[in-house]
């Protein structure tokens, strides 16, 4: 599985505001980018939260772009994939509506009610992890659906693990020129921290778009 994650921030490394409200920080040229990094990837990946406070769609906008897709032999969209611990995606969300196949990651502990409700609206349930998502285990499982890249868009806890299981390649980051500030507002990389040993990157690419810049990152 090759893992890319993609994330806009602001100079001070903040996701949105403190309320969690999304804060437009990209503009035109970083949207198109991340529209054509959808297309090029089997799914995109977003963490419950996401889904609780956006409800987003993770479709690709571009009409060339999905029928460049479907003229390789593949669906118009990517599959869409949230890493919900408990099963709390609403079954009326955006994601189930049937526009790509869905898969709902959860644990062990995950209400067996809340997996056969995701699994009545049209989700394929993975179960992977004790008390929390294993990224590990749920991408293998991922890769048996012929899965074989995932974009990840956020947020900050699910960027967190994946950085602490050690499972990603690539990050991409495009950093606005605006500071958002807040103690409490969601950063690149929530969860604990690391305290002793850190994830290190290698700088691969700087590109200006809009009036941010764009940091194409290997993880080492």
């Not at 921030?9 to 920080?25: C, F, H, M, Y």
């Not at 196949?101 to 009545?120: C, F, G, H, K």
């Not at 806890?157 to 602490?164: A, D, G, K, N």
């Not at 929530?190 to 290997?218: C, H, Q």
Request: aromatic fraction near 4%; charged fraction near 30%.
């Amino acid at each position: 599985m090759h893992v890319v994650v993609n994330a806009a921030a602001s100079v001070d490394g903040k996701l949105s505001n403190r309320r969690r409200e999304q804060v437009e920080i990209s503009g035109d040229e970083d949207f198109a980018r991340v529209d054509r990094v959808r297309a090029e990837n089997d799914a995109v990946l977003v963490g419950v939260g996401t889904v609780l406070a956006d409800d987003p769609h993770l479709t690709v906008d571009g009409q060339s772009l999905r029928a460049t897709r479907q003229a390789d032999g593949r669906p118009a969209n990517p599959a869409r994939v949230v890493a919900d611990s408990r099963g709390r995606t609403p079954t009326d969300a955006r994601i189930l509506d049937g526009a790509a196949d869905t898969y709902v990651l959860v644990s062990e502990a995950a209400p067996e009610n809340r997996i056969e409700a995701l699994e009545s609206a049209g989700a394929t349930v993975v179960v992977a992890g004790a008390d929390r998502v294993s990224f590990s285990e749920a991408f293998e499982s991922l890769e048996t659906c012929g899965v074989e890249s995932v974009m990840v868009e956020g947020g900050g806890e699910v960027i967190f693990s994946l950085f602490e299981e050690g499972v990603a390649d690539e990050l991409r980051v495009y950093v606005g020129s605006i500071v958002i500030g807040g103690r409490d507002a969601p950063t690149l990389a929530d969860g604990e921290g690391f305290v002793e040993e850190f994830p290190t990157l290698s700088l691969r690419e700087v590109e200006r778009l809009d009036d941010g810049v764009l940091l194409s990152y290997d993880v080492a």
